[in-house]
């Protein structure tokens, strides 16, 4: 076995792979880049879950390899075995190359629970374009009636309201907090996930504890700790990730189970490595402490400043606000930075203002409510979050103020933003999503 030598080698598969590639090109012209991914085929992780209510087939949420390639890099499908930083040496099943830098872009994987049962049949987790090929299969046959998703965070909510899309099944939610989207938006807000899921014959179980999957050899039912049992025939398991860290720990770069330490210019506690995306262990932009950021949007910006600075830049990564946003039947929910959930549970002072518009002018036809709301620092009144709902795409809004958030504006700053207009793209002048809220708050601070 020979060994490959290259300027640039990354390891992963993902967002973060695809960007650091592009930009490790943009910044090195001349540099020999190689890459290196396990999987046989990269899939688009967002849009995979509308393969299952057919809007799209698996066949165009799979990313070609000349996303890849064309920026003159080589691709490797391989499996890497250890790292070892003292030669620069990346060790694979069947190929060893050594490196100038590197790039940890591992992602993370889906967690399986210990629960009995849950090496059950047509128990799934879903990260991989085979993954989906087969829950398809499952869920095309005929004695397939009933779907369980267990965990109701945004994956969640989003399978669930696909699957029901993809019609003729009985889908339900399992969710041990309080509330769906708990983890992204306050109750006023996941209330009205709920609401609209339920509306739509959506089984929603919160509070609620599997305890055991039953079946003979493929999964039947779904006990909980009420001793309730809902039926299932199909189970997705949408509890969370956890960081693919096992390369670091075995290559002595500081890890733990958050992810791989990295400062603000993406390095690792070893020389030469960086990285970035799902594995590593991102830190709030607005607190500076550890908070979780596995978003594509944060992976991608994430590789690109790792790229940069790893061939001689200084660009400083600022942290995670976490700008995003999901879908669940006629109900749009967005949300960036902290909640007031969050914000009481480290204790923060906080004051937040509300607001009610309409996705464009009130007397325009296809006009939609929008609820809105914005969270400041009690002391300051820094920015510290927002969230949004309504028929109608927040995308826009969200990356707004995922900006002013980065740039610490205050509630001064809010009020006096500069918008855009027009009857059939916006609210009415007097009626921004964002400057609403402020409003609201400024006259309960100022009255």
Same mark, same amino acid.
């Given at each position: 076995? /020979?060994?490959?030598?290259?300027?640039?080698?990354?390891?992963?598969?993902?967002?973060?792979?695809?960007?650091?590639?592009?930009?490790?090109?943009? %910044?090195?012209?001349?540099?020999?880049?190689?890459?290196?991914?396990?999987?046989?085929? %990269?899939?688009?992780?967002?849009?995979?879950?509308?393969?299952?209510?057919?809007?799209?087939?698996?066949?165009?949420?799979?990313?070609?390899?000349? +996303?890849?390639?064309? +920026?003159?890099?080589?691709?490797?499908?391989?499996?890497?075995?250890?790292?070892?930083?003292?030669?620069?040496?990346?060790?694979?099943?069947?190929?060893?190359?050594?490196?100038? *830098?590197?790039?940890?872009?591992?992602?993370?994987?889906?967690?399986?629970?210990?629960?009995?049962?849950?090496?059950?049949?047509?128990?799934?987790?879903?990260?991989?374009?085979?993954?989906?090929?087969?829950?398809?299969?499952?869920?095309?046959? $005929?004695?397939?009636?009933?779907?369980?998703?267990?965990?109701? /965070?945004?994956?969640?909510? =989003?399978?669930?309201?696909?699957?029901?899309?993809?019609?003729?099944?009985?889908?339900?939610?399992? =969710?041990?907090?309080?509330?769906?989207?708990?983890?992204?938006?306050?109750?006023?807000?996941?209330?009205?996930?709920?609401?609209?899921?339920?509306?739509?014959?959506?089984?929603?179980?919160?509070?609620? *504890?599997?305890?055991?999957?039953? &079946?003979?050899?493929?999964?039947?039912?779904?006990?909980?700790?009420?001793?309730?049992?809902? #039926?299932?025939?199909?189970?997705?398991?949408?509890?969370?990730?956890? #960081?693919?860290?096992?390369?670091?720990? =075995?290559?002595?770069?500081?890890?733990?189970?958050?992810?791989?330490?990295?400062?603000?210019?993406? !390095?690792?506690?070893?020389?030469?490595?960086?990285?970035? &995306?799902?594995?590593?262990?991102?830190?709030?932009?607005?607190?500076?402490?550890?908070?979780?950021?596995?978003? /594509?949007?944060?992976?991608?910006?994430?590789? !690109?400043?790792?790229?940069?600075?790893?061939?001689?830049?200084?660009?400083?990564?600022?942290?995670?606000?976490? $700008?995003?946003?999901?879908?669940?039947?006629?109900?749009?929910?967005?949300?960036? &930075?902290?909640?007031?959930?969050?914000?009481?549970?480290?204790?923060?002072?906080?004051?937040?203002?509300?607001?009610?518009?309409?996705?464009?002018?009130?007397?325009? $036809?296809?006009?939609?409510?929008?609820?809105? !709301?914005?969270?400041? !620092?009690?002391?300051?009144?820094?920015?510290?979050?927002?969230?949004?709902?309504?028929?109608?795409?927040?995308?826009?809004?969200?990356?707004?103020?995922?900006?002013?958030?980065?740039?610490? +504006?205050?509630?001064?700053?809010?009020?006096?933003?500069?918008?855009?207009?027009?009857?059939?793209?916006? $609210?009415? #002048?007097?009626?921004?999503?964002?400057?609403?809220?402020?409003?609201?708050?400024?006259?309960?601070?100022?009255?």
């Amino acid at each position: 076995m /020979g060994t490959k030598e290259f300027d640039v080698l990354i390891i992963g598969g993902g967002p973060a792979m695809r960007n650091c590639n592009k930009m490790s090109r943009i %910044m090195n012209p001349d540099a020999s880049i190689g890459l290196i991914r396990e999987d046989k085929s %990269m899939i688009n992780h967002c849009a995979m879950p509308y393969v299952l209510d057919r809007s799209t087939t698996l066949e165009k949420v799979i990313i070609p390899d000349q +996303f890849l390639t064309q +920026f003159d890099s080589e691709l490797f499908i391989d499996q890497v075995k250890r790292i070892e930083p003292k030669d620069k040496i990346v060790a694979c099943l069947n190929d060893r190359f050594k490196y100038k *830098k590197l790039f940890l872009l591992t992602g993370a994987e889906p967690v399986k629970p210990p629960i009995p049962g849950v090496e059950l049949k047509n128990i799934f987790t879903l990260r991989k374009t085979e993954d989906i090929a087969k829950l398809e299969v499952v869920l095309d046959l $005929p004695k397939t009636k009933n779907v369980v998703i267990v965990g109701g /965070g945004y994956i969640g909510a =989003e399978f669930a309201y696909l699957i029901k899309k993809r019609g003729g099944l009985n889908v339900t939610i399992i =969710e041990l907090l309080d509330h769906l989207l708990e983890a992204s938006l306050d109750d006023e807000f996941c209330i009205l996930a709920e609401e609209e899921l339920k509306r739509n014959n959506i089984s929603c179980y919160t509070k609620s *504890k599997v305890v055991e999957f039953t &079946g003979e050899d493929a999964v039947k039912a779904v006990i909980l700790d009420s001793g309730k049992e809902v #039926p299932a025939d199909a189970v997705i398991l949408a509890i969370g990730v956890k #960081p693919a860290i096992d390369l670091a720990l =075995e290559a002595g770069i500081k890890a733990d189970k958050g992810g791989v330490e990295v400062d603000k210019y993406m !390095k690792t506690s070893v020389e030469d490595v960086y990285a970035a &995306g799902d594995v590593i262990n991102a830190v709030s932009a607005i607190t500076e402490d550890h908070f979780p950021g596995r978003l /594509g949007g944060n992976a991608v910006v994430e590789a !690109k400043v790792a790229a940069i600075n790893a061939s001689g830049g200084n660009r400083i990564y600022p942290g995670v606000v976490n $700008p995003s946003a999901t879908k669940v039947f006629e109900l749009s929910f967005g949300t960036v &930075g902290l909640t007031e959930r969050y914000l009481k549970d480290i204790g923060i002072g906080y004051l937040a203002g509300n607001g009610e518009t309409t996705s464009i002018y009130s007397m325009i $036809p296809g006009s939609k409510p929008v609820k809105s !709301k914005l969270i400041f !620092k009690k002391d300051d009144l820094t920015l510290l979050g927002a969230q949004a709902v309504g028929d109608v795409n927040l995308a826009g809004h969200v990356d707004e103020v995922a900006q002013a958030i980065l740039k610490k +504006f205050t509630l001064y700053d809010i009020l006096s933003f500069h918008y855009t207009t027009h009857p059939e793209l916006s $609210p009415q #002048p007097r009626a921004n999503v964002w400057v609403s809220c402020a409003e609201d708050l400024w006259k309960r601070v100022n009255g």
